[in-house]
């Protein structure tokens, strides 16, 4: 579907693809945390290969496209006794 300027309608929204990939592995990293957080999990270690995705959920790096993202990982480690991403 086009928009009215002719572009592509997920361009004319402000989609990017390249943004993707790094929301999805986000969104991995949100339900891992909630199962360790429903499952009363005390000590766990997230692990990605994307290493801005690690350094924002530490909070060393902000990202805007996945940044509410981020702050569900981020409430949802602080109920965790020990945490950590690598």
């Not at 300027?5 to 990939?21: C, H, I, R, Y």
Request: glycine share 6%; proline share 5%.
């Amino acid at each position: 579907m086009l928009s009215k300027s002719g572009l592509p309608l997920e361009t004319a929204a402000g989609w990017n693809p390249k943004v993707l990939p790094l929301a999805a592995k986000a969104l991995a990293i949100r339900e891992a945390a909630m199962l360790a957080y429903n499952l009363n999990w005390e000590r766990v270690i997230f692990e990605s290969d994307n290493l801005p995705l690690i350094e924002a959920c530490r909070g060393e790096r902000r990202i805007a496209e996945i940044e509410l993202i981020l702050l569900d990982i981020q409430t949802l480690v602080v109920g965790l006794v020990v945490s950590g991403f690598t």
